[in-house]
């Protein structure tokens, strides 16, 4: 077996550094047309900005955020010098149409959130509805998001999600919601409060099952910490030693539940009516999820039965 290159043959910093500084020079000389720019920006480390998110802050005549303290610290970091103005839940309605009238005006206007992809259990919806109604170019500049980044690492099936948020904080309201969510064949990933994480997931333990899921904490920062167990078993250890830090909880699909004769049957008949047993076979069994040879057995009794 070929020993591994040293590491300054696998990563000829000088040359890496000169291409990067020579991309981000290319996109920062690149005019900027007008429109409301979506960017992401990073939920904990800091070099997790992409060069057009860079580009694009620096070459917006303003930059709207939820917090202009917190996202002052960002900018400085990449000497971007672009003003910066509060766009959040408690000015959102005044400021709208001052963003409008400014995007009517041609300026290139950057939404950015406190961390990670906005509107992603963030403010801006309401803006991208009415700019992109209004005419207006509205782009995504994408990046970090800790939906996206908790999904990758949970060790759950990914072809099919479900982003549930935040839950509502009232006991009774949570517990409705989550009825609503146990069906839904897709992981689920929740937004939590360290606060609130223990209780949450024995709700989630109550209402859904005890589902495999995992919690991960603190993505790409210091004390990043992914955990994977039943959900019980993640309440036990949460509830003794409370989570510190931002959290996302993603939790498995409902098992399959077993597809019975009748079933199939039920599906079968109607679609016997029209089609061939061919196709009435293959379409049940894609709808199904169930192997062909099973669903036309089923069929060949049914067109038995019926002949009889
Ligand atoms: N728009 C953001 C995004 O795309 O990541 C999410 C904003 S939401 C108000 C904040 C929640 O995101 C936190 O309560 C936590 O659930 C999750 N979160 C943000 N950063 C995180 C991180 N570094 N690690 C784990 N969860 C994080």
Same mark, same amino acid.
């Given at each position: 077996m070929r020993d591994e290159p040293p590491e300054n043959e696998k990563v000829n910093s000088l040359a890496t550094a000169s291409r990067v500084g020579f991309e981000i020079e290319r996109q920062l000389g690149l005019p900027l047309g007008p429109g409301l720019y979506l960017v992401s920006t990073p939920i904990g480390h800091?070099?997790?900005?992409t060069l057009r998110a860079i580009a694009t802050l620096a070459r917006a005549d303003v930059v709207y955020c939820e917090d202009t303290r917190h996202s002052r610290t960002l900018l400085a970091h990449y000497a971007i010098r672009t003003p910066l103005r509060p766009y959040h839940e408690h000015n959102a309605e005044e400021q709208r149409p001052r963003i409008l009238s400014e995007l009517e005006a041609g300026r290139s206007i950057a939404l950015i959130s406190?961390? !990670?992809?906005?509107?992603?259990?963030?403010?801006g919806f309401k803006l991208v509805r009415d700019a992109a109604a209004a005419g207006h170019a509205v782009v995504a500049v994408p990046g970090p998001s800790a939906t996206l980044a908790a999904l990758t690492v949970g !060790? $759950?099936?990914?072809d099919a999600f479900f982003f549930a948020g935040f839950l509502p904080a009232k006991e009774g309201a949570r517990k409705s919601r989550l009825a609503e969510l146990a069906a839904i064949p897709a992981t689920l990933v929740f937004f939590e409060a360290p606060t609130r994480t223990a209780d949450t997931l024995a709700n989630l333990a109550e209402e859904l099952g005890n589902r495999e899921a995992a919690v991960a904490r603190? $993505?790409?920062? $210091?004390h990043e910490d992914v955990r994977r167990a039943p959900l019980t078993g993640l309440t036990r250890h949460f509830a003794a030693d409370p989570p510190k830090g931002e959290v996302v909880i993603v939790v498995a699909p409902p098992q399959e539940t077993e597809v019975t004769d009748a079933a199939i049957e039920a599906s079968l008949a109607p679609a016997l009516e029209s089609l061939s047993i061919r196709d009435a076979t293959r379409m049940v069994a894609d709808t199904l999820k169930v192997p062909k040879a099973r669903v036309y057995d089923v069929a060949l009794g049914l067109k038995r039965r019926a002949g009889s």
């Open positions: 800091l070099a997790d900005m406190d961390a !990670g992809t906005p509107l992603i259990s963030d403010p !060790g $759950l099936p990914t603190e $993505l790409t920062k $210091l």
